[in-house]
């Protein structure tokens, strides 16, 4: 029945939208079979238009830190959504979501909004080079930034899962200033910056590579940066849209203790409804329009709703702080999966930090397919893709996590056969 309705909705879909689908991985298309349509959600699970229940671990890719439809957020929303829902005009919400997030990330003195993490990283490299007066930057390789045309460059999961090399539509003109690097390689970084220092005008890093996996900085990297951009005038850049209250409220670099120049948001900040932001020196920052010369605008910037979701999620992440026994559990759900892949003899490798974590099938990365599917035909929901990373959240239980450990020992007994 899951099939058939899933097949059903998606042979749809594909008649009047692209590939079927709004955003590529939600496709399936690198694990195969039909994507889950889902009709509601609450708490830690999804409920799809087919009638089953799933345990979600993509959480929207991670937006969900408090999981689906958490009371006070949506008690919020109700009353907001009654107030009108675009104004188009300034608002008072607009300033708290700003104080809120200026308070808790070290590195922002000023912070703008936007519609989703893309524009915010766009407005950040444009302020660099503004700054500077420079024209080229460093990403790092498997690092997704959005898809702006000069960032989509070997560009993390979602060109991975679906075997795209370049977007096509993006002429060479507009990557001829992207330089991409190796994560974690210092010596290449070193000589890279140290040959185009002239020209070099930002360094965007997602400090936990969480886009083709998740990657943590090998120790001392992250500073690294910091001290190469202080040395050659070069603004770095953090790309915190999955990290930013994921991992801690102060995000990535309040755990590593770097602060960059300019910080990318997403996600979190808005509470399952679409918004970025970037931020960081108030130098910087001023440069932007209408105080400077850089443009950039959006008619639903700051749109009320979606700010209000921020503030309140915002808030109880403040209030509660979860993040050491998020931590916590996370650790441990990601040993006890390890240790099962240990009993099956199947050689499995568990990254994690925070409450994000990904699996790497060491001797063969297409058993991941079968794991996914496994755990889809038990009522677990996995992010569909071996390159892109999965979430707990505050709402996942105890039975939550021991019902999807039990599913995970049973199936990965069956890939060895």
Same mark, same amino acid.
């Given at each position: ?5 899933? $097949?059903? *909705? ?34 830690? @699970? ?86 500077? @007066? ?18 989509? =460059?070997?560009?993390? &999961?979602? %060109?991975?899962?679906?075997?795209? *090399? ?26 890279? =910056?140290?040959?185009? %220092? ?9 400090? =936990? ?26 603004? *770095? ?7 930013? #209250?994921?991992?801690?409220? &102060? ?10 120049? *300019? ?27 209408? %105080?400077?010369?850089?443009? %950039? ?35 441990? #759900? ?23 974590? &990904?699996? #790497?099938?060491?001797?063969? =990365? $297409?058993?991941? $397919? ?48």
């Amino acid at each position: 029945m899951v099939k058939i309705i899933s $097949k059903k *909705l998606f042979d749809e879909a594909r008649k009047f939208i692209p590939g079927g689908v709004n955003s590529p991985v939600r496709s399936f298309q690198a694990v195969g079979g039909y994507p889950v349509f889902v009709k509601e959600a609450r708490g830690s @699970k999804i409920y799809g238009e087919c009638g089953k229940e799933f345990i979600d671990y993509c959480l929207s890719w991670g937006a969900l830190i408090l999981g689906h439809a958490h009371p006070e957020v949506t008690e919020v929303l109700l009353e907001t959504i009654k107030k009108g829902t675009s104004f188009g005009t300034a608002t008072r919400l607009e300033i708290e979501l700003a104080k809120l997030i200026v308070e808790a990330i070290p590195s922002i003195e000023q912070v703008r909004l936007t519609n989703s993490g893309t524009e915010a990283v766009m407005t950040a490299i444009r302020l660099a080079r503004a700054y500077t @007066k420079k024209d080229k930057i460093v990403k790092f390789a498997g690092a997704y930034h959005g898809h702006a045309d000069y960032l989509l =460059v070997k560009a993390g &999961s979602a %060109q991975a899962t679906l075997g795209i *090399l370049a977007s096509a539509g993006v002429p060479k003109d507009f990557i001829k200033h992207t330089l991409v690097l190796p994560y974690n390689d210092i010596e290449k970084v070193k000589e890279t =910056v140290k040959k185009y %220092q002239k020209d070099l005008a930002a360094i965007i890093v997602e400090p =936990v590579a969480a886009n083709c996996g998740v990657v943590l900085p090998q120790e001392g990297f992250l500073q690294y940066l910091r001290n190469l951009a202080d040395k050659y005038n070069i603004v *770095l850049i953090f790309d915190e849209v999955i990290t930013g #209250f994921r991992i801690s409220y &102060s995000g990535a670099q309040g755990y590593f203790k770097v602060k960059p120049d *300019l910080t990318c948001l997403g996600k979190i900040i808005g509470g399952g409804l679409p918004v970025g932001a970037f931020g960081g020196r108030k130098e910087i920052m001023q440069l932007l329009a209408p %105080q400077g010369p850089v443009y %950039q605008a959006g008619t639903l910037s700051g749109n009320p709703v979606a700010v209000s979701a921020g503030i309140a999620t915002l808030n109880i992440l403040k209030r509660d702080n979860p993040y050491s026994a998020l931590e916590e559990r996370t650790k441990g #759900f990601c040993e006890k999966i390890e240790k099962k892949a240990l009993n099956s003899k199947i050689r499995l490798k568990v990254n994690q930090i925070g409450s994000i974590f &990904s699996l #790497f099938f060491i001797d063969d =990365v $297409k058993l991941f $397919k079968k794991f996914f599917h496994g755990l889809l035909r038990n009522g677990v929901y996995f992010s569909p893709s071996v390159f892109e990373a999965n979430f707990l959240s505050v709402a996942h239980s105890s039975q939550d996590l021991d019902k999807t450990l039990e599913f995970i020992g049973i199936i990965l007994k069956d890939l060895r056969r």
